[in-house]
């Protein structure tokens, strides 16, 4: 492009920041070449594959743009944009600034420099911005909406409220806005709002699964769980076989004690996603609950099938086959569970507690070994490890150990948990056989 004398100018007037009347020659110098239709035609054209998304396509159009008038502030905002978009943060943040400096006066200027430090990590800067740019353009949907996200983001959600509901009746038809609004309801807790402003989003985009999903998830929250399953058959209607909506489902029916609801679900799921490793196991627990002891351990086997170092599906058969009982191949399984989980408690403590009932000593010993790696494996309020460290003392005579690890149980677990009864029930029988010898 020929660069006139009043270009030349223009550019000087913009380099010594004397952005106004750097406009006004750039404009001139447009007018005097019979180019400013052309420039204008451009710029809705980069607009127009910006906003459709077509990033590749709007790039160039604005270097264009840039060459013929770098006065312009939309095109420092567009350029912005792309390079948010591409994670160019640092030219981002060098066209951001360019496009305030240009438009000091229009928020969504200060809105793009706001999302800049957002990207950067600057929650501080970022709102600093955000709130300028809402206070620049009231009516300026961006301004409203990014000032209520990133509120909501930084831990003040009771504050994004407002601006959120602004952005909303900016524009009414924006799920996106519903959705982020009843994010910022859910987590200032206020749930009845949260679950309006999510069902309008649905509403809005019913084959968004997001929409559907968190929906559901503030129901279950509120433990509304027949609202929940309902909410997610509809969008499983409207979406297809979604296996985040799958699984949701599932553990709303097991909330409502459905458990062959359940399994229908998980199912459907492994339909969609054959691979996915939590759904046989989820199958393969919920069959054990109703008994259905082949389906149950064919559910773990088709999981060892894709993945064979699988611990859980390892371990649930070690459960299984306890359950039979079949003592070889609970064992068997468990010491799989083992090899593939060395640094997991349950089953160290499960194939120890198969391993007490036994009448080896070699094996009862075992189990001492095995509990005392667990020990430090379990969570701190779990005492089935302490219990069965008393039981495997017990089976070997070493009652001083077993009461000892009994009476710890009593003085640290709460009365009412299931292993402190059973402790105390030990203590009893222990000091009993003692007392008659």
């Not at 944009?81 to 496009?99: D, Y």
């Not at 930084?154 to 602004?166: K, Y």
């Not at 509990?371 to 017990?394: G, I, Q, R, S």
Request: hydrophobic residues 45%.
């Amino acid at each position: 492009m020929v660069q006139s004398e009043l270009y030349r100018r223009g550019a000087e007037q913009l380099k010594a920041g004397n952005y106004d009347e750097a406009k006004r020659l750039f404009r001139e110098h447009e007018e005097k070449a019979g180019t400013a239709a052309q420039t204008m035609a451009l710029m809705r054209q980069a607009q127009t594959r910006l906003g459709q998304g077509d990033v590749a396509g709007a790039a160039p159009l604005y270097e264009q743009l840039l060459e013929r008038n770098p006065s312009l502030p939309e095109v420092y905002l567009g350029l912005t944009r792309i390079s948010l978009f591409t994670g160019e943060l640092e030219a981002a943040r060098v066209h951001a600034n360019a496009g305030v400096r240009l438009a000091p006066t229009a928020g969504i200027a200060w809105a793009f420099l706001g999302l800049v430090h957002e990207s950067e990590g600057d929650l501080a800067g970022a709102l600093q911005h955000l709130g300028k740019a809402t206070e620049l353009s009231p009516s300026e949907f961006l301004c409203q909406f990014n000032y209520g996200r990133v509120l909501a983001a930084s831990g003040r959600a009771a504050d994004g409220i407002a601006p959120l509901l602004q952005a909303t009746r900016l524009q009414s038809s924006n799920p996106d806005a519903f959705y982020t609004l009843g994010i910022a309801y859910k987590q200032a807790r206020q749930y009845e709002n949260a679950l309006r402003a999510f069902e309008r989003a649905k509403d809005l985009a019913p084959k968004n699964v997001d929409y559907w999903a968190t929906l559901g998830d503030v129901l279950f929250e509120v433990r509304e769980f027949q609202a929940a399953r309902a909410i997610l058959d509809q969008g499983l209607a409207r979406c297809g076989a979604h296996p985040a909506l799958l699984e949701k489902a599932t553990a709303a029916a097991m909330m409502l004690s459905d458990t062959e609801g359940a399994i229908s679900y998980v199912e459907r799921e492994l339909q969609v996603v054959p691979d996915h490793e939590q759904g046989w196991i989820n199958l393969a627990n919920l069959t054990l609950l109703t008994k259905d002891f082949d389906k149950s351990e064919k559910a773990a086997r088709e999981l060892l099938r894709r993945n064979p170092k699988n611990w859980e599906a390892w371990f649930h058969l070690g459960n299984l086959f306890e359950a039979v009982p079949l003592e070889k191949e609970s064992e068997e399984a468990y010491r799989k569970a083992v090899e593939f989980a060395p640094g997991n408690w349950k089953p160290l403590t499960n194939l120890a507690g198969l391993l007490i009932q036994m009448t080896s000593r070699e094996k009862n010993t075992e189990a001492v070994s095995l509990l005392e790696k667990a020990l430090p494996l379990a969570p701190k309020d779990t005492w089935v490890v302490h219990y069965n460290l008393a039981l495997a003392f017990t089976k070997l005579g070493n009652r001083e150990r077993a009461l000892e690890m009994a009476r710890r149980i009593l003085r640290e677990a709460p009365a009412d948990d299931e292993m402190a009864v059973q402790a105390r029930r030990l203590e009893s029988n222990l000091l009993e056989a003692a007392s008659r010898k």
